[in-house]
């Protein structure tokens, strides 16, 4: 099974300033027979269910705010929120759905400084 | 507006059974993968199933497998989760979502609310 670590466990951030979360695969999630990297991102508010942020690790899902951006390949990968606001606290988690079973990486609580 | 919404969580006791449905709307549901996943109360969350589109191919969790299926009826827009020899640790709130295509190795682009299964005597 492909193993998911997310850093840093938990991370409070001013509003207005920008957030960081790290995503690393144990093996590569990049098929090359599409160049697509098989990672996404999603969003989990308290109370509610996840909500889709980025998908084939770098694309938008619409309707998601430009301040969110999903970057990397292979094996690292980078969910950067710019500017966070106040509707941004959360857990965010990474997917792989590259390799079954697709697993969830532990999650990473973003609170406001 | 995609829709998903499951019923059929409830108390069960351990070793019991239980069926989870999802009735989907707002998309041709038989075009596309669906999953189930679940979070343990005060957890992450845990990719549970996957039911492709393009062949009807069903994938399991290590933690389910044997115990659970996955099922669709597309004329009837409704994804089904049985689980039976459940176990206290399968407590959790279990998710119905749709993937983005008929393929199962697709991202997840809609969940739904969410049903609560407890496991416990």
């Known amino acids: 099974d492909i193993v998911m670590t997310q850093s840093p466990d938990s991370l409070a951030v001013s509003l207005g300033e920008r957030a960081t979360i790290n995503c690393k695969s144990s093996q590569s999630v990049l098929y090359s027979s599409n160049n697509k990297n098989y990672l996404g991102w999603y969003q989990q508010k308290p109370g509610q269910p996840p909500k889709v942020l980025i998908y084939?690790?770098?694309t938008r899902e619409s309707g998601v705010p430009d301040r969110f951006s999903g970057s990397g390949s292979g094996t690292d990968f980078t969910l950067t929120i710019n500017s966070l606001q106040a509707e941004d606290v959360a857990v965010y988690y990474c997917q792989q759905y590259y390799s079954i079973p697709f697993t969830f990486g532990p999650g990473t609580k973003v609170d406001i400084k | 507006e995609v829709q998903l919404l499951e019923s059929g969580g409830g108390l069960v006791q351990p070793g019991g059974s239980l069926r989870l449905s999802c009735a989907a709307s707002?998309?041709?549901?038989?075009?596309?993968?669906m999953s189930w996943a679940r979070q343990a109360p005060g957890k992450g969350l845990e990719w549970v199933s996957v039911?492709?589109?393009?062949?009807?191919?069903?994938y399991y969790a290590g933690s389910v497998k044997g115990r659970f299926t996955i099922s669709r009826d597309n004329s009837k827009n409704t994804l089904y989760l049985q689980m039976n020899s459940l176990r206290a640790e399968d407590t959790a709130v279990y998710y119905c979502?749709?993937?983005?295509?008929?393929?199962?190795?697709?991202?997840?682009?809609?969940w739904g609310q969410g049903t609560l299964v407890t496991v416990s005597s």
């Open positions: 084939w690790a770098s």
């Open positions: 039911i492709c589109a393009n062949n009807n191919s069903t």
């Open positions: 707002g998309f041709t549901f038989s075009s596309y993968a």
């Open positions: 979502a749709k993937d983005s295509g008929d393929s199962c190795y697709s991202p997840i682009d809609y």
